[in-house]
């Protein structure tokens, strides 16, 4: 069974501090990896799709990288609105109706 | 802006009610998702739709229906709601995969609660 597990479950980060969220992933065959933020009582927002090992996206202050193995991503002297929790997914190696495994997330919090 | 539109952002409910969540994409999506999310146990997967009529469950089907007769709309039922289905509902829509996989996304969800 396909495993996404982020880490850490949770950061508090001063502004400016700049730090980095992990994703790790067993899956064979990946066909994308996907971040996306969410912010309390909302739906998920995407951010980045990363297909194979070496790509990099960049927005704003985030940047997010992929290799065999994981994710990263990197959030760049993070400001208060950064404040939220940041989600990776990964789809099933097969089958049609690309479902979706989420990681349970990493609430990031970023204080003055 | 392409859009997935939940009807509520908050209901109360009592226990045994049958209770409907629509959600409606605008982007002519195959495939259409719920998932219930709740602290510490992340999204989980209810039911998804891969076309008009089309349903198959998810991980957590038990308690729930869904029901999908346009393709722009699928709409989750609690058949007789319990305090154990107090939750975040999230509906999300996307294309079907093809050599790669497309991303979701997302409706604002629906704040549920049972009392």
């Known amino acids: 069974e396909d495993q996404v597990t982020q880490s850490p479950e949770a950061l508090r980060l001063q502004e400016g501090e700049s730090s980095s969220l992990n994703c790790s992933y067993t899956?064979?065959?990946?066909?994308?990896l996907f971040w996306y933020r969410q912010d309390p009582g909302k739906g998920p927002e995407f951010l980045f799709t990363?297909?194979?090992a070496g790509e990099e996206k960049e927005k704003e202050r985030l940047k997010a990288t992929l290799t065999k193995k994981e994710s990263f991503l990197h959030i760049t002297a993070p400001k208060p609105e950064d404040s939220a929790t940041y989600l990776c997914?990964?789809?099933?190696?097969?089958?049609?109706?690309?479902?979706?495994?989420f990681g349970t997330g990493t609430q990031l919090k970023v204080e003055l | 802006d392409v859009k997935v539109t939940q009807s509520s952002r908050y209901l109360v409910k009592r226990t045994g009610e049958k209770v409907f969540l629509e959600c409606v994409q605008d982007?002519?999506?195959?495939?259409m998702f719920w998932y219930r999310q709740d602290p510490g146990l992340g999204l989980r997967l209810i039911y998804f739709?891969?076309?008009?009529?089309?349903?198959e469950k998810g991980d957590i089907p038990e308690g729930y229906s869904v029901s999908r007769e346009k393709k722009e709309r699928f709409s989750l039922i609690l058949e007789s709601a319990s305090t154990n289905q107090t939750s975040m509902y999230l509906c999300?829509?996307?294309?079907?995969?093809?050599?790669?996989?497309?991303?979701?996304?997302f409706g604002s969800g629906t704040r549920l609660t049972v009392v």
């Open positions: 999300a829509s996307t294309y079907p995969p093809g050599g790669k996989s497309y991303g979701y996304t």
């Open positions: 997914a990964v789809p099933e190696p097969t089958g049609g109706g690309n479902k979706l495994t």
């Open positions: 990363l297909y194979s």
């Open positions: 982007m002519d999506h195959e495939n």
């Open positions: 899956v064979s065959g990946l066909r994308g």
């Open positions: 739709s891969y076309d008009v009529k089309m349903k």
